[in-house]
């Protein structure tokens, strides 16, 4: 009897290892190439064996020597947004293994396939020639199957620059291999776009660097059981007021529209144009953000006297490069745009989306319904916003100035999320970063309609498991 029950406890124990082994196993594994852990810089592809670069335009940041600028008649420039003709890609791509990017030496492009890809919508000499759209041959194909099924999508994937700065293109990166033309380039967006240049000119193309291989060391990357760590403030423990973020030392509140169910004695209704009032659905013009915020403060707000905005980076290379994309005029002074990555705003923002894919299953519910968020701080204008998650073009974590540099009154009513410096409240503490912790992930049993923390985490690991069915 006894011996039964060892049997079926350990049959147990197996299958909880080897499915929190299934768990951990994803085709896409974050691997560290720059010493510091908790950065992912490049993903392994555990289907393909081989390593993909995190960023997919590498021209953005780098030449690698080669000449950054307006892309001459069959020249071998880098224009501004990272493209190049095919014309520049030896030389673009030894640059890169002779600098020993990320310590590598043998980067490459990725494969277009050798002969047929059945998938592809053009077939040619009965297939063995294919081209358009739904190929999933080779390895381009294939991660870009596996990236619409995973994430709905490149720009929801980690990985980054997948757009052609400030605009809603995903562009062509260039294969390496071989084909019937070899000089193939692959659209990784909706159905995978496959296609080759002939004997003429070849438009310019994005460079996206794999390595064979699984090269770098496993990350530590912060996740919601070790970083984000629920906090009582109102002495009732069973509910959980705000969240500690132990990499960054603040603590967001649970409520991430604080207009909707506070007012400070802010007048509550309609707007008025510049009008100091809280709207219906919580939002605030920028002219109601100093009253509000000093109203809170002024009544101990959960206990606490010091809440504030949280900030943007007045230098962020990710949406810098965006504006001035969009406006060389703005070079070096206007930081606004889609992928700010940066300050407690965007760092925040990449933590939310590599743990859960979507910002509206984190346990910040109103992100759901209002994502876009009043900043304190700085940069040009004083007045910036931040849309958490992706907006309906796909862009990552936009940064919104208002008055736009181009002098446009443009500030729109936005939600108030305050944060705290430190950590204030009570629960678990953090972990001292010796080894892995081991937060044993249960459903809570409350069962008091609203889905708590620990049950949406657990919901997430469920969907990732049959995501991987
Ligand atoms: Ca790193
Ligand atoms: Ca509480």
Redesign the pocket.
């Not at 560290?32 to 810089?41: K, V």
């Given at each position: 009897m006894i011996k039964r029950k060892l049997i079926s406890l350990s049959l147990l124990l197996t299958t909880a290892l080897v499915s929190s082994y299934t768990l951990a196993q994803e085709r896409l594994q974050p691997r560290?190439?720059?010493?510091?852990?908790?950065?992912?810089?490049a993903w392994y592809d555990s289907e393909l064996n081989i390593t993909w670069l995190q960023d997919t335009n590498i021209g953005l940041s780098n030449t690698f020597g080669l000449q950054r600028g307006s892309i001459s008649d069959f020249g071998s420039e880098v224009d501004a947004g990272g493209a190049m003709l095919l014309e520049a890609l030896p030389a673009f791509i030894s640059g890169m293994n002779q600098s020993t990017f990320l310590g590598q030496s043998n980067w490459r492009l990725p494969t277009a396939m050798i002969g047929s890809d059945p998938d592809c919508s053009t077939q040619l000499d009965n297939g063995a020639i294919a081209y358009g759209s739904g190929c999933t041959g080779a390895e381009a194909g294939s991660l870009n199957l596996y990236l619409e099924n995973r994430y709905g999508g490149i720009a929801a994937s980690p990985f980054v620059n997948s757009r052609t700065s400030g605009l809603n293109i995903v562009g062509d990166r260039w294969l390496g291999s071989n084909g019937p033309s070899g000089r193939h380039k692959f659209s990784f967006s909706g159905q995978g776009n496959l296609t080759f240049c002939g004997a003429g000119r070849c438009d310019k193309a994005y460079v996206w660097p794999v390595h064979d291989g699984d090269i770098g060391s496993v990350?530590q990357l912060p996740t919601f059981s070790d970083s984000l760590l629920p906090r009582d403030l109102d002495g009732d423990s069973t509910t959980t007021e705000a969240y500690y973020y132990v990499p960054q030392n603040i603590t967001w509140l649970a409520e991430s529209n604080l207009g909707l169910v506070e007012s400070f004695g802010l007048q509550r209704g309609l707007f008025d144009d510049n009008a100091t009032q809280v709207n219906e659905n919580g939002l605030m013009f920028a002219e109601s953000l100093q009253a509000f915020i000093e109203g809170a403060n002024q009544s101990n707000y959960l206990g606490m006297s010091n809440w504030r905005l949280p900030i943007a980076a007045a230098d962020d290379p990710g949406c810098l490069r965006d504006a001035e994309l969009l406006n060389p005029d703005l070079e070096g002074q206007a930081v606004f745009g889609a992928d700010c990555l940066a300050a407690e705003a965007g760092e925040f923002n990449q933590f939310l989306l590599s743990n859960t894919t979507t910002t509206q299953a984190s346990p910040f519910t109103s992100l759901a319904t209002q994502s876009r968020v009043w900043l304190g701080s700085n940069g040009p204008t004083g007045r910036h916003s931040f849309f958490f998650g992706l907006t309906d073009r796909g862009e990552v974590g936009n940064l919104g100035v208002c008055p736009s540099p181009s002098g446009i009154r443009h500030c729109q009513p936005s939600a108030v999320w305050l944060v705290h410096d430190g950590d204030i409240g009570t629960g678990p503490q953090p972990d001292n970063g010796e080894g892995t912790t081991t937060t044993e992930v249960t459903p809570t049993g409350g069962g008091g309609g609203s889905v708590g923390f620990m049950g949406l985490l657990v919901g997430l690991l469920l969907r990732r498991v049959r995501t991987r069915r």
């Open positions: 560290d190439l720059d010493g510091n852990p908790t950065t992912a810089e990350t």
